[in-house]
């Protein structure tokens, strides 16, 4: 596959953290031992791992999310979770499935309006791989390298660089090791919160 192209498949977590801007969308690439068709059940479809095992991908998203919901304020809502693919070196995009999920919410801390935190990871190809929170309860600060001072960043971190997990970089390689937290804000998620009527 072509450096930089999303896929080959990308789940996408649909979350609301109640704010008045508070939609949002986590977007992961990752690789599944065959292609489902579309509508298949989340149980039916087995995700390929960095470690030759497998894992039905309704148990990988819930255990995503309970990795995710410390991170975010209880009425966050996580209410759906849907699975796409994409034709090889393109951004077109094919839905393919979708799930309700058991893990609904978020279990600690308060939203902050127009916070972006953002972990970095080096890919085995030695590419850099981007995850995106909006909204959580992350307060904006310095940049930390791994380990952490937040006990969920690490959590999460884990969990996205063990072989048994099948997530991609857009270098098509997985993720090998997180390399750096940035907790801060977003630009233009701050300018629609402060923007002011002429």
């Known amino acids: 596959m072509a450096i930089n192209y999303p896929g080959p498949y990308e789940l996408r977590i649909f979350y609301d953290t109640q704010l008045t801007f508070g939609a949002h969308v986590m977007k992961l690439n990752l690789d599944l031992d065959s292609d489902p068709e579309i509508g298949a059940e989340f149980e039916d479809i087995s995700t390929e791992n960095h470690d030759a095992s497998t894992t039905p991908l309704n148990s990988l998203t819930e255990a995503l999310l309970t990795v995710l919901a410390p991170l975010f304020q209880s009425t966050t809502d996580f209410p759906l979770v849907e699975l796409w693919s994409y034709a090889a070196g393109t951004f077109d995009a094919t839905f393919r ?4 999920p058991v893990v609904s919410n978020g279990s600690a801390g308060t939203a902050i309006p127009a916070g972006q935190a953002i972990i970095t990871f080096r890919t085995a190809g030695g590419g850099i791989a981007k995850l995106s929170l909006m909204e959580s309860n992350l307060t904006a600060g310095p940049d930390q ?28 390689t997985r993720f090998l090791v997180p390399k750096a937290y940035f907790p801060g804000q977003n630009e233009a998620l701050w300018k629609k919160y402060n923007r002011t009527s002429s």
């Not at 499935?97 to 309700?100: E, L, M, V």
């Not at 690490?154 to 660089?161: D, E, V």
């Open 97 to 100: 499935a979708a799930y309700d």
């Open 145 to 172: 390298s791994f380990p952490t001072a937040s006990t969920p960043i690490n959590n999460l971190a884990s969990f996205m660089t063990v072989a048994s997990r099948p997530w991609l970089g857009r270098d098509n």
